[in-house]
């Protein structure tokens, strides 16, 4: 017994379950319709509060750090729209969606640095999908990459989204490892094999294939993955957008659509069960949707940096590596 | 200890101990001039806008954008003379003992 490897066995008490920043890219804040014009809301995401506002003129939607560069007043709390800013309700400072200040009523001269850049910390913000989203870097940089194009969810044609959301326990790293994890469908999801499988990771994107065409996946950055489910010719479409509330939970939210096939033909039989099939309600299935068995793992687990695979894992090695360009500056890259 | 000279926008003179390394703007407002120095001497309240001698220029530190720009601001409300500068910006030396300074108007 002394020539084992008591690092191994060891490792236990040395393991964390999340030991990564809040990851760069975009993120789901809200659908669009539950801000209007010349609102503003307090929320809780990506590790902080935010005050998420919308231009009462243009319909733009702010999202910035909740303290007044002037004073500290929170402009979350008091705070009111004026046209496109957001005015602070301690000396009327104003700000716009990019964070310059637009104006300080009683000054007779704007400090210089107004003039040469944004004062308030903000996030680049977009609409998409009926959808309000946010590009998060932690040193602030452009968005590095666009938001998908997802006909499915753009266009005309497709049933109203079913819209699920979970709250987990996890980084998303460790949530997005599953897209990769190809034999835990079987053993934790109880399909009846392990599905064949062809993947490319490149750039912010992971696309893989699974069973010849049965399921089309492209994981796009750390914040949104779309899969497609194929059954005889129809497909379901499943948008997943998970969002880090802090760097240990996520709120996992999918919104499902398929053609808007008249529900009493085959096709339109087939599009629900594709749907049901996925969050795990299918009746008389033999596998599992994610909801009933993801999370007892998700919520338990701890991460470890240096996994014991085998020869039919999936490439989970390369997905850890792949997902390390979503954590620009952080200097624990190499325990992880 | 080094002293400066001082005339005040109403014309009032007074002379005041200028500790070295300390921000002139301090000197003025800790000693009762109308300089008040608002933003702390970041160049963000231009309440410190002061008239040097041109032959002192040469003895005070490079203006840095912050303090060329306030000043720039500053010349749409109030006269800009040649030796036009922000007291916050300009730490007493030795070399700066016994010059003569003047505050500019309130903007």
């Known amino acids: ?65 909740p303290f007044c560069p002037h004073l ?9 729209i004026q ?33 040469k850049q944004p004062i308030l910390r903000t996030l680049p913000t977009e609409e998409k999908f009926g959808m309000i989203w946010c590009w998060y870097h932690p040193q602030g940089a452009d968005p590095e990459f666009p938001l998908p194009t997802i006909p499915e969810f753009e266009e005309e044609g497709y049933v109203e989204p079913k819209r699920l959301n979970w709250d987990v326990n996890t980084a998303v790293q460790e949530l997005a490892e599953n897209g ?53 010719g129809v497909e379901a479409t499943m948008l997943s957008y998970s969002v880090p509330l802090t760097a240990e939970t996520t709120k996992m939210n999918m919104s499902f659509t398929h053609k808007a096939y008249d529900p009493n033909t085959k096709e339109g039989m087939i599009a629900q069960h594709l749907v049901n099939h996925m969050i795990g309600e299918a009746d008389g299935e033999e596998s599992a949707g994610f909801e009933s068995v993801d999370f007892i793992v998700w919520n338990n687990k701890k991460y470890r940096p240096n996994p014991l695979l085998c020869d039919g894992d999936g490439p989970i090695v390369e997905y850890r590596k792949w997902f390390q360009q979503f954590y620009p500056g952080f200097d624990r890259l190499d325990e992880i | 200890m080094p002293e400066i000279h001082v005339i005040d926008h109403d014309g009032s003179k007074t002379t005041l101990d200028a500790p070295n390394d300390i921000a002139i703007m301090e000197t003025l407002r800790d000693g009762g001039t109308s300089v ?8 963000s ?35 800009l003379k040649e030796g036009s500068r922000l007291a916050c910006q300009i730490p007493m030396t030795d070399e700066l003992a016994g010059i003569s300074i003047e505050i500019a108007p309130e903007a």
């Open chain 1, 1 to 65: 017994m002394n020539d084992i490897n008591r690092q191994l066995i060891e490792a236990n008490n040395r393991l964390e379950r999340c030991p990564f920043p809040i990851p760069s890219g975009w993120f789901f804040v809200d659908f669009s319709e539950n801000l209007e014009k010349g609102q503003i809301r307090n929320i809780e995401i990506l590790g902080q509060e935010w005050v998420l506002w919308r231009g009462a003129e243009s319909g733009n939607v702010g999202m910035n750090d």
């Open chain 1, 72 to 80: 500290g007043a929170h402009l979350g709390h008091g705070g009111t």
């Open chain 1, 83 to 115: 046209g496109d800013n957001i005015r602070c309700t301690f000396h009327h400072w104003q700000y716009d969606k990019e964070g310059w200040c637009k104006d300080v009523p009683y000054g007779k001269i704007m400090p210089p640095i107004c003039k």
């Open chain 1, 180 to 232: 990769v994890d190809f034999a835990h469908l079987k053993f934790l999801h109880g399909q009846p094999e392990i599905p064949s499988y062809e993947y490319k990771f490149e750039g912010p994107y992971y696309d893989v294939n699974m069973d010849n065409g049965k399921i089309i996946g492209k994981q796009v950055g750390p914040g949104i993955a779309i899969y497609k489910f194929v059954h005889e």
């Open chain 2, 36 to 43: 008040m120095g608002t933003c702390g001497g970041i160049c």
């Open chain 2, 45 to 79: 309240c231009g309440t410190c806008h002061v008239y040097f001698n041109a032959a002192d220029l040469a003895k005070l530190p490079e203006k840095t954008d912050d303090e060329d720009m306030m000043l720039e601001a500053l010349g749409d409300l109030v006269e």
